[in-house]
């Protein structure tokens, strides 16, 4: 049975920074891309990075480039995502998920495997 779990989530004062964690278990992590997604209230779910299945080849949404940086170990079955200079615009709740291959992707319609999400908020 294949468990996600992400952590770190919280409450962070605008030009802030919070790091993220996810942890998978249940399939052969290196296996997967893993992919970061967030959702905010009243909007559609929307990719906010990728890393492929060694760490080679991330990418980024244009409203997170800079200041996002995802980094995995798969020693560790782990995903994160470092976050800094946060905006109120960051605020949503943010799921780490796993799409099987090499590649990874920002749509979130070819990720397998899904966590049940962690709460950012942001204060201006």
């Known amino acids: 049975q294949v468990q996600v779990v992400e952590s770190g989530g919280g409450l962070v004062q605008a030009g802030g920074s919070l790091r993220l964690s996810c942890t998978a278990s249940?399939?052969?992590?290196?296996?997967?891309?893993m992919g970061w997604f967030r959702q905010a209230a009243g909007k559609e779910r929307e990719g906010v990075s990728c890393?492929?299945?060694?760490?080679?080849?991330?990418d980024y949404a244009d409203s997170v480039k800079g200041r996002f940086t995802a980094s995995r170990d798969n020693a560790k079955n782990s995903l994160y995502l470092q976050m800094t200079s946060l905006k109120p615009e960051d605020a949503a709740m943010y799921y780490c998920?796993?799409?099987?291959?090499?590649?990874?992707?920002?749509?979130?319609?070819?990720?397998?495997?899904w966590g049940q999400g962690t709460q950012v908020t942001v204060s201006s």
């Open positions: 249940g399939l052969t992590f290196d296996d997967y891309a």
């Open positions: 890393i492929s299945w060694n760490g080679g080849s991330k």
């Open positions: 998920a796993a799409e099987y291959g090499w590649r990874c992707g920002l749509n979130a319609h070819g990720y397998n495997y």
